[in-house]
């Protein structure tokens, strides 16, 4: 087919146009010539010119899931769209903060905290009346606890529901800072099914709400969720900051001194910003010398303070090491 398309490029009129087409199928014809075989899930091949830039792009590759349809097309631009469903992030944590009178529901995604929904509701709180007033009061308050639970419950649905059927929520984590959060699982009873068999372990003490509560709680449940690539990130970077306020001996900083830091084979851990010009060779270096890679994404609150001070990288060692 594509060889067919390359026999009527002839007709092309615009010279530079005409060239860029032709150079783009020929390079790919040569690309798949090499393979002996259609790869498992298929096969995936960009082939052009940047018009801006004037650089030669050819990619050639099996996605992760299989291709989804046969798509040709001859244009000014990739088109990637039936490709970006395999890429968008799978291992999704549901976050939710409940007190008796306010709410915060978040997402844990593999590139950072995300609070999707924070919710505030008027409970009234005790009163002084005795006898029969004081019993319908505090009924009527019960009630109204019960209905913001209900409440939240159907936001907790909306948000998470689709995840679920997308297969991309791995769990769900209650928290608060009292006994509302038990109250919430016992008896919003309006708690999809799907959510409430994703719940793990017991609710977690935290004392805020907002993405303050939700750091919190990824902090205290890190051994359960100790495969999330974000909370391998704040971990590293609270062993980080452990170390430097001991001035223990157990960190360096800047490219040069990590270099050789892992030419000695001392480094545990090296944590680099993901903008690091030096990202390729830093991974084949750590690779080499058996360090551990934690990208410090941009979405981290540290990040701004990590890059600034240290220069986008840094490592932790096995051993104390006097400079």
């Known amino acids: ?84 469903p395999m890429v968008e992030e799978s291992n999704i944590y549901g976050i939710i903060i409940i ?19 924070e919710i505030e509701w008027f409970i009234p709180g005790k009163h002084h009346k005795g006898g029969q007033s004081q019993r319908r009061f505090d009924r009527i308050i019960e009630q109204m606890v019960e209905e913001f639970y209900k409440y939240v419950a159907e936001k907790v649905n909306s948000y998470f529901v689709p995840l679920i059927e997308e297969g991309k929520m791995k769990g769900v984590i209650v ?46 449940a890190r051994d359960t969720l100790a495969k999330q690539r974000f ?35 001392a480094v545990d851990k090296i944590l680099a910003c993901e903008e690091n010009a030096d990202i390729d060779r830093i991974e084949k270096l750590a690779s080499e010398r058996g360090a551990k890679l934690i990208i ?3 979405s981290v609150d540290e990040y701004n303070w990590f890059r600034d001070a240290f220069g986008c990288i840094a490592a932790i060692t096995r051993y104390p090491i006097t400079t």
Do not use: C
């Open 1 to 84: 087919m594509l060889r067919q398309e390359l026999a009527i490029t002839e007709n092309i009129k615009l010279k530079r146009t005409r060239d860029a087409v032709q150079w783009a199928l020929t390079t790919a014809i040569e690309r798949l010539s090499k393979l002996r075989e259609t790869p498992k899930n298929g096969l995936v091949v960009f082939s052009g010119t940047n018009e801006s830039s004037g650089e030669n792009i050819v990619l050639v590759f099996s996605p992760p899931d299989p291709v989804p349809i046969y798509f040709y097309r001859t244009d000014k631009e990739f088109h990637t769209e039936f490709l970006e």
């Open 296 to 298: 410090i994404p941009s």
């Open 99 to 117: 007190e008796r009178d306010e709410a915060t529901i978040g997402l844990l995604k593999p590139s950072g905290i995300q609070v999707v929904d």
């Open 231 to 265: 909370v391998e990130v704040l971990s590293a970077i609270e062993e980080f900051k452990y170390h430097i306020a001991k001035d223990d001996g157990y960190t360096v900083y800047g490219f040069s001194d990590v270099e050789a830091a892992l030419d000695n084979g």
């Open 175 to 220: 928290a608060g800072p009292g006994y509302a959060k038990h109250d919430f699982i016992k008896e919003a009873d309006n708690i999809d099914y799907r959510v409430r068999k994703l719940i793990i372990g017991e609710p977690i003490d935290v004392a805020y709400q907002g993405i303050v509560g939700i750091r919190e709680v990824v902090m205290k």
